[in-house]
Structures are given as structure tokens and as C-alpha cells.
Nanobody
Framework: QVQLVESGGGLVQAGGSLRLSCTAS????????MGWYRQAPGKQHELVAE???????NRVGSVKDRFIISTDNAKKTVYLQMNSLKPEDTTVYYC???????????????WGQGTQVTVSS
């Protein structure tokens, strides 16, 4: 079994910063990449940023110049440093990881439970 546990969400004023963390644990042979999605009510799941274990990053849309994604491979942890937060960043953020479990022959995507980020104006 594999688990992803997130932390770091909360309430912040516009212009402020938050740092999300997500740690993978369990029967993990290898991790290909980790990242973050978000989903506002009534909207589709949206990729925010992702990073491979070799350090290649991908940040999308309006977060490109404000959010920084990084990993600590030894700790199986991905971080999302969110700066210059805006009210429209308010939503639930979900961590994910593409993992090869022990005994498996294929990569699977695993998801965290989600962490709420609220940005007040």
C-alpha cells in the first residue's frame, strides 16, 4: 500500500505565502514524479505543478511566476512554495505521485486527501 499525506494548507491574506508538503510512504520501489493539482468547486481538476525525480519541473498557467515546486527524494516529499497568493488560488490542493510499488510491473498514480488553501482579499 502507498499513502500520500499532505500538510501546510490554511488561511492567508492576499499577497502572502504558504508552503505545502506531501510525503509518500508505504511499499514504494520507485517514484517517477510528484506534483500538485487543484480543483475549485464546479471546475475541472487543474494541474498546478509537477516535478520528476531527476528535477525536471512543469508549472502551468497563472502560477508559473509565483509557485515553486521542489522535492526531497530521500524523504519522498514534494513541496509547493506558493508566493504572492491571490483570492483565485483559493481551493483544495491535491498531491499526487506516480509510483512503482514493490511487486508491481506498472506505474500507478496515487493521490493525497487534499488540503484547503484559502486566500482572503
Amino acid at each position: 500500500q502507498v499513502q500520500l499525506v499532505e500538510s501546510g494548507g490554511g488561511l492567508v491574506q492576499a499577497g502572502g505565502s504558504l508552503r505545502l508538503s506531501c510525503t509518500a510512504s508505504g511499499s514504494i520501489f520507485s517514484i517517477n514524479k510528484m506534483g500538485w493539482y487543484r480543483q475549485a468547486p464546479g471546475k475541472q481538476h487543474e494541474l498546478v505543478a509537477e516535478i520528476t525525480t531527476t528535477g525536471t519541473t512543469n508549472r502551468v498557467g497563472s502560477v508559473k511566476d509565483r509557485f515553486i515546486i521542489s522535492t526531497d527524494n530521500a524523504k519522498k516529499t514534494v513541496y509547493l512554495q506558493m508566493n504572492s497568493l491571490k483570492p483565485e488560488d483559493t481551493t483544495v490542493y491535491y498531491c499526487y505521485a506516480r509510483i512503482l510499488s514493490y511487486g508491481s510491473t506498472k506505474w500507478d498514480d496515487y493521490w493525497g486527501q487534499g488540503t484547503q488553501v484559502t486566500v482572503s482579499s
